[in-house]
Structure formats: structure tokens, C-alpha cells
């Protein structure tokens, strides 16, 4: 879609002058509502964290006020007339009748009347109230069930510090100490009150109550207050669930680090157990200076970001509406301009497409009406030029077809008769270069074959005079004669590389797919010294007649080469055979080696060449295997490419073409070299040779 748009205004001067008058607004208005996004939610968030800072001081104030009052209610109690009286008559059931009255009527969760030790002057205690955090013991002594009331378990709660605890069992505690002083400055006893603040409900909603009373937050939002025991939530009014309390689940690890490992206020937004707030926290600090706490208020964050969200919504519609009005005054007041200039692209759309069309009359009298009436009488005088230019081209049209035609015929029986040369002159070549080396390899035998076979003559003689003399150094006699009998074994060996056609075996009617299966057990032992996958696929139907030793070479030859030039891994060889037409069968060995270029390619048939590392092939293979199958009349191909692997296609004809001459030459050379040596009645024989391929 953005490629049409623009190919529109490339091709449009209406788009064109548009896009210049509508681009510039089109790139402010993002920026516009970008900022004004930003700076709204800067702004509004601002001034959230502002209330809610106040909130989480109206809290604190709160909190420290409620522990004075329980401070003061205790002073109360100890200057009471009452409590007095009771004191000068020594009654402590009377004392703690009125202690139990107040601890019951003002929320104490313990109150008790602690007295000196008799024999010992009492200094004078100064009144004090804070924070202590006591032990499940500790509660259990100060009044009975205390412990029981606290034991909270812990809930798994997301984005909190990893713990292994599961249970709260200690208590938070407003303490209050009151001394109470006689008239002579003696003290007499001591007020202990305490309020937990552990599962206090009344406590945690009067602050509540009193820090976000009606009309402090909008619609939908709720505003909570909590106290922590560290970072669990002993008394809180924040929902988990509905109608429950999220008393036992923790708080973030972010806040956690802040506010009791650094000691510091943390107000931003939370995600406080199961919604976001605009969260306040502080530290709670007991009577000796220790942070064991948090004092959270915070409220909904969902119903100011609704609120922000639709203002903002409201804000882009009226930005948008007032670009649409001004991108239609635009479009109606432009219309003038473009109306000639679309005029003159139809007419040259028109003209292209062989059509006689003109801007024709322009309402208006400006540059424009000026340029279509030039327009117009340019292109009459171009259509005119254009008929009689018309009737030349149509007379050289003809002349030029006709030499055409002619010049691509002579082309294509040029290039049939380039590829005939080529590929009889490398057949030829190869021919040569192949009967070069047969000539030279057969001088080479017959020269050293007769001096091997007056050696074993003498041998022969030699043993059969010395009889039993010859025992001391018989097995020497006997390596002598092996070692001339390996050597006539290796002149045979390199003839039948040199000349393979020479030793074509018998001819039997074969089937190719099942020799291609024969052979996989040949090259078996290939795939252990590097992997690779065979593939399969055999179609042909056509039996063919060929030795099928001899053919068995080729294929293990070819497959050899093919699993040296695979990568390390993934290496894939596959064979295929099929018929080629009613000729014959023709079998194709793929791979997806290293491949070779262009001059490699024209060389790889040649003797003594290889593409293998220095060292590691004779360079006869590929020669041999060529020659072997030319003996039959048949073909090997080769197309390959750097990089992409190599195709080899071996073409065999169903009936074998053998000239005279090639027969003859051949049964010469089997009479030139013989390929058995006379046997010695005391020498061991030599193991018997077979045909092999380079």
C-alpha cells in the first residue's frame, strides 16, 4: 500500500502538490500529539504522586497521633481518681479491674499494671510510646491466645523478594509505658498497654477513612492503606480477591530494597498483589532506631489513566477534525491548477496508447491554458510528421526482417557446427592423448618383460641344477621369483590403466540398476572414513550389453571422486539411472561437493590429471573410465559449477559398437605381454591378479 502511495505521487502533479501542501502537516501533527501525549501524562502523573505524597503524610500523622493517644489515655488512667485511691489502699485488684475496663474500652490489646521491686527505690520513668516487634513467647506471656491471632501464613506474591518463609508468627505493637509517681516522686507502678496491629482492620480503615474521605478520588477508584511487618502485609484494606483481605502477601522487591535496606520514601506507580496503584511507602521505625516495617496509603491508578487516555482521545479528534477541514479547503481551492495539467497527461496517455485525443478549450486564461493550447498544436504537427514517417518505416521494416530472419538461421547452423568441432576435436584429443600413452606403456612392458623372463628362465635353471644344494637360501630364491612376478603383475596393471580397451572383458546383457546395487557394497567402506548419504534412484528399464566388471569400475570411480569432493557434513550422493530414449540406459552420479569450473571441467578426462591435493590421486581414474566406456560406444559427461557440486553422466548403448580395428589392436597387445608367468616347482606362486579401475 505505502509503495502505491508514493508511485502515485511520483507519477501525479495533483499528488505531487498536494503532498508539498499536506506533507509538513502530516509530519506535525505526530509530533503534536507525541508531546502533548507526553507532557499530559507527565503532567497528570505529577500531580498524582503530589496527592499521594500528601496522603502518605496525612497517614504518618495518623499513625503517630493514635500513639500518642494511647500514650495519653494511659496517663489517664494513672491520674485517675479511682486508680488513685486504689493505689493508697494497696488494692491491685481494684488497679487491675481498671485496667482491664480501659484495655477493653479503648482497643488495648494488652494492659497491665507492672509494680517495682519493693526493697528497691525506684528512679522516676519518663512515659514514652513507639513501635516493638515481639516474639510469638513474648505475646503469649503478655496475654494468653495473643500468638495465635498472629500467626499469619505467607501468600506467593508476584514481583516479591525470594523467601523461604511461610508463616508469620511475630506481632507489631503500639507500646505505651506510663509511670505512675506519688506525691513524693516515688514511683509506684507502671502502665504497659499495647495496641497489635496485626489483623487490625478498625485501625487500618480509620486511616483510611480519614485520608480519603468522600469526594478525594474519582469514580471507580479505591483509595487502601497498609502496614507491613517487614515486607508482609499484617493489616491492610487493599483487595486480593473480592470480599478478601491481601493480609500474608508481600511487597515488590524494588520496594522492599528502598525503603527498609536504604530506609528511604518510595512513591510511583506499584503493582500492588493484583492492579496497578499510585503506591506511597515509608519506613516504620520501632523504639531502637530499627526499620521493621512499611507504612503504605496508596489508590487505583486505572480510573486517572481512563480519565487521561479519553482527554487525550478527545484532544486527537479535535487535531484530526481540524486537519480534515483543512486538507479539504486545500484539495477544493487546488482544483483550478490541476484541472489543465490532468488534462494534458490524459492526452499524452492517450497519445501513447495510439489514440487521437486534445486538451481542448481551458476555462481559465492563465500560463496553463496558454501551454495546452501550444500542446495541442505540437501535437497535430507531430501526427502529421508521424503518418509519413509511417510509410518508410513500414517499407525498412520489411527489407530489415527478411535479412533478419536469414542472419538467424545462419547463426544457429554456425553454432550447431562450433559445438559438432568442439566436441569432436576433444574427442579426439582425448583419443590421442589415450593412445599416445598406450603405445608408450606397451614399449615400456615389452622392454621390461623380457629381461623379468630370462631372469625367471635362469631362475628356473639355476634350481632345478642345485636340487638340495639350493636350501640354505631357497626362501631368498623364492622372494626373487615373487618379486619379478609382482613386477610383471604391475606392467600388467599399468596397461590395462594405460589401455583399458585393450582387456574389455565379456559381454553379458545386464541390468544397470541391479550392478548400481552390487557396487554400493564397494564403496561401502567410503562412507566410514567420511559420512554421507546414498540416494537411490533407479528407472531404467533397457538391459544393456557391457562387461559388467568393467562397468562396476566406472561406477565405483566415479562415486569415489564424488565422496572426496563432499564437505565434511551433510554430503549427499545420489545415483540415477533411466532410460535414454531407445538407445540405451543412461546412469548419472550427482553430489553437492566442491565442484569445478569451466577449465577444470574441460580437463578432467585427461591423463594424469587431477583436481585432488598433491599426493592423493594418480590423475588415471577419470581417463580410464572415460576410455573404457568409449570402447563400448558409449559416453561420459560431466557438468559442474564452484560450489554447487558436480553431475557426471555415464550414456551406454544397448548393443556395444566395437570397430575392426579397435579389435584387432587389441588382440595384439594381449599377444604382446603375457599375463601368466611360467610356474617353478619350488617358487610360490603369486596371487592371482583381477582387473581394477584408476
Known amino acids: 500500500m505505502l509503495f502505491r502511495i508514493v508511485e502515485s505521487i511520483r507519477r501525479s502533479v495533483r499528488h505531487k502538490l498536494l503532498a508539498l501542501a499536506l506533507i509538513p502537516v502530516a509530519l506535525v501533527l505526530p509530533i503534536a500529539l507525541a508531546g502533548l501525549t507526553a507532557w499530559g501524562a507527565s503532567f497528570t502523573y505529577d500531580q498524582l504522586f503530589i496527592k499521594v505524597n500528601t496522603d502518605l503524610a496525612v497517614a504518618h500523622d495518623t499513625f503517630e497521633r493514635i500513639q500518642s493517644d494511647h500514650l495519653d489515655l494511659l496517663a489517664s488512667l494513672g491520674e485517675s481518681y479511682r486508680f488513685r485511691e486504689a493505689l493508697s489502699r494497696g488494692d491491685q485488684e481494684a488497679m487491675h479491674q481498671l485496667a482491664d475496663e480501659l484495655r477493653d474500652k479503648a482497643g488495648f490489646s494488652f494492659l497491665r499494671v507492672v509494680y517495682p521491686v519493693d526493697d528497691v527505690v525506684a528512679q522516676p520513668v519518663e512515659p514514652h510510646v513507639g513501635i516493638e516487634i515481639l516474639e510469638p513467647g513474648d505475646l503469649e506471656r503478655l496475654r494468653p491466645g495473643l500468638a495465635d491471632a498472629v500467626r499469619l501464613p505467607l501468600l506467593q506474591t508476584r514481583r516479591a523478594r525470594p523467601t523461604e518463609r511461610t508463616v508469620e508468627n511475630r506481632g507489631m505493637v503500639i507500646r505505651a509505658w506510663q509511670p505512675v509517681i506519688d506525691t513524693s516522686g516515688r514511683l509506684e507502678a507502671i502502665l504497659d498497654g499495647g495496641m497489635l496491629l496485626n489483623n487490625n482492620f478498625d485501625f487500618v480503615d480509620a486511616i483510611r477513612d480519614l485520608v480519603y474521605g468522600p469526594g478525594s478520588l474519582p469514580a471507580g477508584s479505591i483509595g487502601t492503606v497498609t502496614v507491613f511487618l517487614d515486607d508482609v502485609r499484617i493489616s491492610t484494606n487493599v483487595p486480593r480477591v473480592a470480599g478478601?483481605?491481601?493480609?500474608?502477601?508481600?511487597?515488590?522487591?524494588?520496594?522492599?530494597?528502598?525503603?527498609?535496606?536504604?530506609?528511604?520514601?518510595?512513591?510511583?506507580?506499584?503493582?500492588?498483589?493484583?492492579?496497578?496503584?499510585?503506591?506511597?511507602?515509608?519506613?516504620?521505625?520501632?523504639?531502637?532506631?530499627?526499620?521493621?516495617?512499611?507504612?503504605?496509603?496508596?489508590?487505583?491508578?486505572?480510573?486517572?489513566?481512563?480519565?487521561?487516555?479519553?482527554?487525550?482521545?478527545?484532544?486527537?479528534?479535535?487535531?484530526?477534525?481540524?486537519?480534515?477541514?483543512?486538507?479539504?479547503?486545500?484539495?477544493?481551492?487546488?482544483?483550478?491548477?490541476?484541472?489543465?495539467?490532468?488534462?494534458?497527461?490524459?492526452?499524452?496517455?492517450?497519445?501513447?496508447?495510439?489514440?487521437?485525443?486534445?486538451?481542448?478549450?481551458?476555462?481559465?486564461?492563465?500560463?496553463?491554458?496558454?501551454?495546452?493550447?501550444?500542446?495541442?498544436?505540437?501535437?497535430?504537427?507531430?501526427?502529421?510528421?508521424?503518418?509519413?514517417?509511417?510509410?518508410?518505416?513500414?517499407q525498412l521494416e520489411d527489407k530489415v526482417a527478411e535479412r533478419t530472419a536469414e542472419l538467424q538461421h545462419r547463426n544457429a547452423e554456425l553454432q550447431r557446427t562450433i559445438t559438432v568441432l568442439r566436441e569432436t576435436r576433444r574427442q579426439l584429443v582425448m583419443a590421442e592423448k589415450l593412445a599416445a600413452i598406450g603405445e608408450l606403456t606397451a614399449g615400456v612392458a615389452h622392454e621390461i618383460n623380457n629381461p623379468t623372463q630370462v631372469m625367471l628362465g635362469n631362475l628356473d635353471v639355476l634350481v632345478a641344477e642345485l636340487g638340495d644344494r639350493l636350501d640354505p637360501v631357497r626362501d631368498e630364491v623364492n622372494l626373487v621369483i615373487e618379486q619379478i612376478y609382482r613386477i610383471q603383475a604391475i606392467i600388467e596393471k599399468l596397461l590395462k590403466y594405460a589401455r583399458p580397451g585393450d582387456y574389455a572383458g565379456y559381454l553379458t546383457d545386464l541390468d544397470v540398476n541391479q550392478v548400481v546395487r552390487d557396487t554400493l557394497a564397494l564403496v561401502s567402506p567410503l562412507r566410514k572414513q567420511k559420512p554421507f548419504v546414498l540416494n537411490l534412484e533407479l528407472k531404467a528399464t533397457i538391459p544393456v550389453s557391457i562387461n559388467e566388471q568393467e562397468l562396476q569400475q566406472v561406477l565405483v570411480n566415479l562415486i569415489s571422486n564424488a565422496a572426496h569432493a563432499l564437505p565434511e557434513r551433510d554430503g549427499r550422493i545420489t545415483v540415477i539411472t533411466e532410460d535414454w530414449e531407445q538407445k540405451g540406459v543412461c546412469v548419472t552420479i550427482a553430489d553437492n561437493g566442491a565442484g569445478m569450473d569451466e577449465q577444470q571441467s574441460s580437463q578432467i578426462f585427461n591423463p594424469f590429471y587431477s583436481t585432488k591435493p598433491q599426493g592423493q590421486g594418480t590423475g588415471l581414474g577419470l581417463s580410464v573410465s572415460y576410455g573404457l566406456i568409449r570402447r563400448y560406444g558409449g559416453n561420459i559427461s560431466v557438468t559442474s559449477q564452484p560450489g554447487a557440486g558436480s553431475r557426471f553422466s555415464i550414456w551406454l548403448l544397448q548393443q556395444p559398437q566395437l570397430t575392426e580395428d579397435e579389435e584387432t589392436l587389441a588382440e595384439q597387445l594381449h599377444a604382446t605381454v603375457p599375463h601368466e608367468a611360467p610356474e617353478l616347482p619350488t617358487a610360490r606362486a603369486p596371487s592371482e591378479s583381477r582387473q581394477v579401475g584408476g
Open 244 to 394: 478478601a483481605r491481601a493480609l500474608g502477601t508481600r511487597v515488590s522487591e524494588e520496594v522492599s530494597r528502598a525503603v527498609l535496606d536504604q530506609g528511604e520514601k518510595w512513591i510511583n506507580r506499584a503493582f500492588v498483589v493484583n492492579d496497578w496503584y499510585i503506591s506511597a511507602y515509608e519506613p516504620i521505625v520501632d523504639v531502637t532506631g530499627q526499620r521493621v516495617g512499611i507504612l503504605y496509603a496508596g489508590y487505583l491508578e486505572a480510573p486517572f489513566r481512563a480519565t487521561l487516555w479519553k482527554t487525550l482521545g478527545l484532544v486527537l479528534l479535535l487535531i484530526v477534525g481540524l486537519i480534515g477541514l483543512y486538507v479539504v479547503l486545500a484539495i477544493r481551492g487546488a482544483k483550478s491548477i490541476f484541472r489543465p495539467v490532468e488534462r494534458m497527461s490524459h492526452v499524452v496517455q492517450a497519445s501513447r496508447l495510439g489514440k487521437t485525443l486534445r486538451v481542448g478549450a481551458v476555462a481559465s486564461k492563465d500560463e496553463l491554458a496558454e501551454l495546452a493550447h501550444e500542446f495541442d498544436a505540437m501535437l497535430d504537427r507531430i501526427e502529421s510528421h508521424a503518418t509519413e514517417m509511417q510509410r518508410w518505416a513500414e
